[in-house]
């Protein structure tokens, strides 16, 4: 006899885990369930103050605004998974995170969408394939500014891309591509300190054109780099 979780259960469950967000939305993407860390992390008493609204009315207006388009995606049946994404906090410290939304069905139609968001760990370096990884990671680190083969990669490491891939996730949560991606933006964000071009820190970050380094960022970052570059310079 099979049983069913209730949404209230897991949201529960979800409480003790500190460093994943869990929520439940309906149709309309207002959040009916969430879990103490999602109330902590945007200064909330309780869950009553998220309950009922959007992510419009909770986060930051561009921030917001990238959720609710992910959520229109996962509304029209659409799974996304392991999204690389950098969260902007309230006290603007980045934080890299894998999102994860599903739609909700109920006859056949969707009701709403279930979603975490797991704070990307440490690297496991306990793990015996983590002295040749780190070797491919040294050689991103070095040279992402310029296009990266995975087969080079897997090179380095002396094993096949198919072993690279699945030795990434299991000791860095990531991709190869994802991690480069990370490096790349984690740069861009420091240079937009300071006052080179856009196109500039694009093209030292290892993007084609500044059109690709702006999409890019703002699909990572949620603002387009000029945005970001005022919220550091506010």
Known sequence: MGF??????LQHLFDALPDVVFFIKDRQGRYTHVNLTLVNRLGA???????????????????????????????????????LELHLYANRAPGWCLTFKHPLYKDSRVIGLVGISRDLGAPDRRHSSYGRLQRAVEHMQAHYSAPLRVQKLADIAEVSVAQLERLFKRVFQLTPQQLLTKLRIEEAMRLLHF????????????????SAFARQFKFTVGMPPRAYRALVHD
Do not use: H
């Open 195 to 210: 006052d080179a071009s856009i196109a500039e820190i694009g093209q030292a970050c290892g993007f084609s054109d500044q």
């Open 4 to 9: 069913q979780i209730e949404p209230d259960e």
């Open 45 to 83: 008493r309780n869950r009553a103050d998220l309950v009922g609204r959007t992510p419009l009315q909770l986060f930051p207006k561009r921030l917001g605004t990238r959720y609710m388009v992910q959520d229109e995606r996962a509304l029209a049946g659409e799974t996304i998974e392991n999204q």
